[in-house]
C-alpha cells in the first residue's frame, strides 16, 4: 500500500494500491502539526487495504494545500540565468556523498557501528 | 483555480532537457502488481511502516546524497522529537517541525492505541528516495526491505514516498 503526492510517477511504477494527496512533496502523510489531517491520510490507506479488491485501486483524497493551486506553477521549473544569455540555473540541491545530518550535533552521537543502519552490497 | 494533479514526471523531463541532459528512466510497470488480502480483520493487523524521505533518529548515521542504497531501522517506541529528516529533493522545513508528515509514527501509534489496528511492527524502516539507480532499488534495496517486512510478520505494509 503507497501513499503519494506525485501522480504521474506513483502511476507509472504501479503499486497494487495507492491513495493520493494533492500537496506539495514533502507532506505525503498529511499537513504539518495537524492531526485531523494525518490521520485522514492514514486512515485512507487502512480503508483501502481492508476494501480494495482489484489490483492497481487508487482513492484520491479531497484536502486541498491550498485555496488556488498556485503552488504547482514554480515547482520545478528551469530558470534562465539572469546573467547569462540562454543558460539555464540549475537549482537542484548537491549530491553530497557525505552524511547530510539535519543537525550537526547528530554526527556527534553516532558512536561505533551503528547497529540499526544496514548498508547492503551493490 | 483548480489544477490537475502537477506531472512530476513531464516536469524532470523538461528540466533536464533544459540543463543539457537526457530523458530520466522511470520505472515503468505496465500491469499493478498483485493484489494481497488482508486475512485478519483491521483491529489485529500488525502494521509495517516504509519511507523514503531520508529519516534517520538522532544518534544513526544519517543519509547522503548519491545513490545511499543503505537503510535504516527505527524502533516504534522512538521520540518523535529524535526523528531526523533528510533529503535533497523537498522542502524539508514541515518535516523538520513535524516528521508525521512524511513518517506517519505518531499518527499510527494513535491508531493503536484507539484499537483501529492491533499494533506496529517492532520496527519502521526507512531509505533515501532520491536514489538515481532503479536497477539497484529493485535488485538490492527492496528486495532486503521485503525479506525484513517477511520475517517481521507484518499483515499489512505502508510505503510512504515523498
Known sequence: ?122 | MRQPPIDYIERTREQYAALGYPPYQWVRNQEPLALSIPIKPMHEWRVGLIASGGIYVAGQVAFHFRDDISYREISCDTPTDRIRTTHFAYDLTDSRRDPNVVFPMDTLRGLVRDGTVGELSHCAYTFMGGIYSARKVRDVLAPAIVTRLLRDEVDVALMVPV
Open chain 1, 1 to 122: 500500500m503507497s501513499l503519494s503526492s506525485a501522480w504521474s510517477i506513483s502511476r507509472s511504477v504501479n503499486p497494487p494500491r495507492m491513495v493520493y494527496l494533492d500537496f506539495p512533496l514533502g507532506h505525503t502523510a498529511g499537513r504539518a502539526h495537524d492531526v485531523q489531517s494525518q490521520k485522514a491520510v492514514v486512515m485512507a490507506a487502512l480503508r483501502l487495504l481492508e476494501e480494495a479488491r482489484d489490483p492497481g485501486s487508487a482513492t484520491t483524497l479531497s484536502q486541498r494545500w491550498s485555496n488556488d493551486d498556485a503552488w504547482k506553477d514554480a515547482v520545478m521549473r528551469p530558470r534562465i540565468k539572469a546573467d547569462r544569455d540562454g543558460e539555464f540555473d540549475d537549482d537542484r540541491m548537491e549530491r553530497f556523498a557525505t552524511p547530510q545530518y539535519q543537525e550537526s550535533e547528530d554526527a556527534d552521537l553516532v558512536t561505533g557501528d551503528c547497529s540499526t543502519c544496514v548498508w547492503l552490497e551493490e
